[in-house]
C-alpha cells in the first residue's frame, strides 16, 4: 500500500542487502530513501524533479525512524527502517568482500582517501561536480558521463537531495549504466568520520535527528524545524483521508 504517495520496501535490511547484490550484476537502477525531508518536498512543495525520481527508482525504502510508526499505521506494512547510512556501510563491506568497483559521484578528496585506507580491495571512481552543477546542463552531462563511463556494481551519489535523485534519474534516461545506484547523502562522511553519526542508543530512541542538528547547528536546524513543522499536516491530512476511505468502504 502506497503512502504518502510511495510505494515503500517492506522487507529487512538483510533481505534488501540480497535483493541489491543481484540488481548491481545487471541494468542500473536506483534506490531512493524516503525521509521526513522527502515527503515534505514531495508532499507540500510539489517538487517535480525529485516526483520523478520516486516514480522511476527500483526501491524506495523508509530511511526514518520517526516516520516508520506513522507508515505502518497508514498500513505501509514495512519490517523494519533501513537508513541510508546504515546501508551504505553494508554495501560498501559487500563491495570489500568482493573486491567490487564503486563509482562516487560527490564527497570531498579527503574523505575518499579514508574510504581508500578503509575499503582497500575495493577500486574507487571518483567525480566531484561543481556546486551548483544541477542547474547547469552541461555539469549534469558530465556527471552522467562519468558514471556511464565508468562501469560499477555501485554507484553511490552523495550530492545532497534532490540533486543526487534528479542525477540518479537522469543516469538511467541516458541508457547503457549497469550497477545499482544509491542515493546516499552524508553516509560517506559518516564512513570517513569527517561528521560523526549518533550512537546506536540514540538512533534507537529516534533521536538521531536530533545530534546530527547539534553536530551541525547551522547547516541543519532551520531546515529540521521547519520540515518537523511542515510534516504534521501531511501526515494528519494523510490519517484523515484513510479513515474517510474506510468509511467509505464500510458504507458501500
Not at 542500473?28 to 515527503?39: F, L
Not at 520523478?52 to 497508514?74: E, F, K
Not at 520540515?227 to 490519517?239: A, F, W
Request: glycine share 6%.
Amino acid at each position: 500500500m502506497k503512502v504518502f504517495g510511495i510505494d515503500l520496501y517492506t522487507g529487512t535490511l538483510n533481505e534488501f542487502i540480497k535483493e541489491l547484490d543481484v540488481l548491481s550484476a545487471g541494468p542500473y537502477g536506483y534506490v531512493v530513501t524516503a525521509n521526513v525531508n522527502h515527503v515534505v518536498m514531495l508532499e507540500h512543495d510539489r517538487h517535480q524533479g525529485l516526483i520523478a525520481a520516486y516514480d522511476q527508482a527500483a526501491y524506495r525504502i523508509c530511511d526514518s525512524r520517526i516516520l516508520l510508526p506513522w507508515m505502518n499505521r497508514l498500513g505501509a506494512n514495512i519490517s523494519e527502517v533501513i537508513p541510508g547510512s546504515t546501508l551504505t556501510v553494508a554495501m560498501l563491506d559487500v563491495a570489500q568482500q568482493n573486491a567490487w568497483s564503486i563509482t562516487v559521484i560527490g564527497c570531498e578528496d579527503d574523505v575518499m582517501e579514508s574510504l581508500h585506507a578503509k575499503y582497500p580491495a575495493v577500486r574507487f571512481n571518483h567525480y566531484n561536480p561543481p556546486m551548483g552543477f544541477i542547474k547547469q546542463p552541461a555539469e549534469v552531462e558530465k556527471a552522467v558521463d562519468f558514471v556511464v563511463a565508468n562501469p560499477a556494481r555501485l554507484i553511490i551519489f552523495s550530492v545532497g537531495a534532490p540533486r543526487q535523485e534528479e542525477l540518479a534519474l537522469k543516469v538511467l534516461q541516458r541508457g547503457g549504466a549497469v550497477g545499482v545506484g544509491l542515493c546516499a547523502g552524508a553516509s560517506l562522511n559518516f564512513v570517513a568520520g569527517k561528521v560523526k553519526r549518533a550512537p546506536e542508543w540514540v538512533q534507537k530512541l529516534s533521536l538521531e535527528w536530533a545530534h546530527r542538528i547539534l553536530s551541525e547547528p547551522q547547516r541543519l536546524a532551520k531546515r529540521y524545524i521547519v520540515d518537523l513543522y511542515r510534516i504534521i499536516p501531511i501526515v494528519l491530512r494523510e490519517m484523515s483521508s484513510r479513515r474517510r476511505g474506510d468509511h467509505d468502504r464500510q458504507e458501500s
